[in-house]
């Protein structure tokens, strides 16, 4: 884990309230993992006081080495209001790469990546990183939903990868008018991953974890808290277990990737 003022390699909008925020690193983030995240102090102000938390949306490489990383934010408050606003050549602190990421497991086979809105964030390094590990594309489904077309990202970028993606807005102005679980749900009557990756909006995520274990297919979510510090000293990003005698984790210390099974969700 790193602290450091990070360069801003360029800030760009990316359609309604989305941007792409790429910073340069130092040589400590190369071994970042998929749904690893860090903490952005968006000014140097006391307004807004607390560090925000963002995923790690790609690692940046230049001639096989790491660079830096980019992150994909929604505009939704007064702090990612300021970080959109940044400007290429000005300086972030930041706090990372922090918590746990995604874990593949060694007899993996196949897996559905089931992204909603900004969720698609974590999971397109997860997809990349498969790809990179030799994966079979045909052994990868990815599952993007939305409210709207607006709320869908990386679509091109996904499709490039080789391996089917199945779109769904909640309005049908892009792919199927249905839910992103519907699709899943629907997929499943004839194709049987053994790994179901996901992440975002809680409904969501509640939905997808019920169908893994109705189904009884391993499943890891990476879920979309609020934290404060980061490092489990505030303890204000507590998770509430099924079942045991220590009731809670902590999203930025135990997570934000978890086994869904574990987690009262």
Known sequence: MLQEKVEILWNKE??????????????GFADTKPGQFVMVRISDSYNPLLRRPFSIHRLIEENGNVRGFEILFKVVGKGTT?????REGGFVDVLGPLGRGFVIPEN?????????????APLFFLASDLMRAGVDSSKIQMF????????LLCIDEIKAMGFPVHISTDDGSLGEKALVT?????KLTNTRPDMIFACGPSPMMKAVAGIAEK?????????????????GACLGCAVEKKESSDKYLHTCLDGPVFDAAILKI
């Open 14 to 27: 990316v359609g309604g309230l989305y941007y792409r925020l790429g910073l340069k690193c130092d040589e």
């Open 82 to 86: 300021i970080l959109s606003g940044l």
């Open 108 to 120: 993996f086979q196949s897996t559905f990546i089931v992204a909603g809105g900004i969720g698609v």
């Open 144 to 151: 993007i939903g939305g409210r709207s077309k607006e709320d």
């Open 182 to 186: 519907e699709i899943v749900k629907n």
């Open 215 to 231: 189904e009884n297919i391993s499943c890891q979510v990476s879920l979309e808290t609020m934290m404060a510090c980061g490092m």
